[in-house]
Nanobody
């Protein structure tokens, strides 16, 4: 039901935009979050957007650099990543939930397949 895309190789300080495409009418009813998982590390929450797009939240490590937006008419959520750092290298996943204010992967029922972002120095 979710498909993440847009990953690739980018230099330090560069930008990348990831997209998460959802299917079905219910997509606009779900909160959507982005997670990432670096090699050898656990999957971590980096930010989310409420079902109506009115509320976003981010972890401190990406705050001010990453922006999540959504277009429910197009069933799409985007993650704009600016000022990328080597530590941003990871597989990025989008996920959705009916629940509010959740940061644990176990709270998210639906997942995209992940897209790899590599930031080179």
């Amino acid at each position: 039901q979710l498909q993440a895309s847009g990953g690739g190789l980018v230099q330090v300080g560069g930008s990348l935009r990831l997209s998460c495409a959802g299917s079905g009418r219910a997509f606009s009813s779900y909160a959507v979050a982005w997670f990432r998982q670096a090699p050898g590390k656990e999957r971590e929450f980096i930010g989310s957007i409420s079902w109506n797009g009115f509320t976003t939240e981010y972890v401190d490590s990406v705050k001010g650099r990453f922006t999540i937006a959504r277009d429910n008419a197009k069933n799409t959520v985007t993650l704009q990543m600016n000022s990328l750092k080597p530590e941003d290298t990871a597989v990025y996943y989008c996920a959705s939930t009916f629940l509010r204010d959740k940061r644990l992967p176990s709270d998210y029922a639906y997942w995209g397949q992940g897209t790899l972002v590599t930031v080179s120095s």
